[in-house]
């Protein structure tokens, strides 16, 4: 991705830098050559040449890009599961990720991890993002998921004939689940999405059901993974799935909705980052009967939204990690919708505005493993900057409002906003 070339001063504006602090007043950022040259209050401000470009806050606010930690571009905002698998083929598909990464670019997340693709799609696309081809957030790319048969993912009875070949890699014991992590290092993947629980979203099984995969499966995925420098993350809710993924090895939770002491201990031990994406599970309750789910399936859910932010309160209480990722792509949680999953654990979780951003941005770029490029405005980094006409930390909210965004930067180059002018 090319880098700014050049100076641009962004001032009259509060500075949040991602780290957790508070907010610099009256503070200026300094961007030089697509580089982040300083970050603080506007009287330390380096002088800049009179030819730099110059961005007007207008008193708002100067933060990082939004990592979107549970990005699924591939997730066509389907109304039921299998139309993942049955409804476009991966040519319609791969347009329909392009335009998803494109919007979350200008909904303000300059970064984002994938959670899983259909067919091999985030790989190219971050390839994509990453030549200036489409724009998009800097993309870690993930392939197609990986779970037992008879698991989560494999819903669809046999007598139905649908295969479930864009969506995931099915898989019955360790040798297979070698062979499946196998063909991912050759796809180019980055992060291996697994599917150790079950789910209130799908017909055959539940929140509390552990046996999409089993510990041998999952510590197989993990040795060949890590033999190739992949990472390795599941959708893990029920207790016992979140305990046999750490055990194994994960290098990140998705969701760790009904975590116990034991299983807090474990995640803490390696200081593993855990996901929540729980505005999925408020959308599905509240629109759940606009979309015809079984009563049972939203009370599952129901049970997940409780259950899930309690965890997440337990987590960052402990001094754990989450990042900010809302598993969106279904016609009740649809693209464009990414930063509602802020507002959401500040309105009722109960997080406050400054741990949501620094989940948002520097803890999504640790998931990421790209902490020492971006997610925080400190000097050396790229300049991956959004830039707010509104008080992040008096109404995070006004993060869902892309009207109210003057710049969307990545690399200094101004690619959404007000003012954008690529
Ligand atoms: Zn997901």
Redesign the pocket.
């Known amino acids: 991705m090319k880098l700014a070339t050049g100076v641009t001063v962004i001032s009259n504006g509060q500075v949040l830098d991602g780290n957790g602090g508070p907010a610099v007043p009256d503070a200026a950022v300094v961007v030089r050559d697509g580089r982040i040259a300083y970050a603080g209050p506007v009287r330390g401000a380096p002088a800049v040449e009179p030819a730099a470009a110059r961005i007007d806050a207008r008193g708002g606010t100067i933060m990082p890009g939004l990592v979107e930690a549970?990005f699924?571009p591939t997730y066509f905002n389907v109304a039921a599961l299998e139309d993942l698998d049955i409804k476009y083929p991966v040519e319609y598909v791969t347009l329909l990720a392009a335009a998803n990464a494109k919007l979350a670019l200008e909904c303000g997340y300059t970064a984002a991890r994938s959670?899983?693709s259909l067919f091999n799609i985030d790989v190219w696309l971050k390839k994509a993002i990453e030549t200036d081809i489409c724009p998009g957030p800097r993309l870690t790319a993930s392939g197609r998921e990986i779970c037992g048969v008879g698991g989560l993912m494999d819903w669809n009875p046999d007598f139905r004939k649908i295969g479930m070949d864009g969506l995931v890699l099915l898989v019955n014991g360790p040798d297979e689940a070698r062979a499946a992590v196998r063909k991912l290092v050759k796809d180019g993947v980055e992060w291996v999405k697994t599917y150790p629980t079950g789910d209130a979203a799908a017909p055959d099984t539940n929140d509390h059901h552990t046996l999409c995969m089993t510990a041998e499966e999952m510590a197989a995925v993990v040795a060949t993974a890590h033999n190739h420098r992949l990472k390795v993350t599941g959708?893990c809710r029920a207790t016992a799935g979140i305990k046999n993924a750490l055990r194994a090895g994960y290098d990140a939770i998705?969701h760790g909705t009904f975590m116990d002491a034991e299983a807090l201990d474990l995640l803490l031990q390696r200081d593993v980052p855990c996901v929540p994406?729980l505005y999925f599970e408020y959308a599905s309750v509240a629109r759940g009967p606009e979309f015809r789910m079984p009563k049972t399936v939203i009370e599952g859910h129901k049970e997940t939204l409780e259950a899930g932010a309690e965890s997440a309160r337990m987590i960052l209480k402990a001094g754990g990690r989450l990042g900010m990722g809302g598993?969106y792509g279904f016609a009740w949680n649809p693209h464009g919708d990414y930063a509602r999953e802020l507002t959401f654990f500040v309105k009722y979780v109960g997080f406050s505005p400054r741990e949501v951003v620094r989940c948002a941005t520097r803890t999504g770029a640790e998931i990421m493993g790209r902490a020492d490029e971006f997610g925080t405005l400190e000097p050396g980094k790229l300049a991956d900057v959004l830039v707010v006409d509104g008080d992040v930390l008096a109404d995070i909210s006004v993060l869902e409002d892309r009207s109210r965004f003057v710049a969307v930067m990545q690399g200094g180059v101004v690619k959404a906003g007000q003012v954008a002018c690529w």
């Open positions: 549970h699924h959670g899983g959708h998705e994406a598993d």
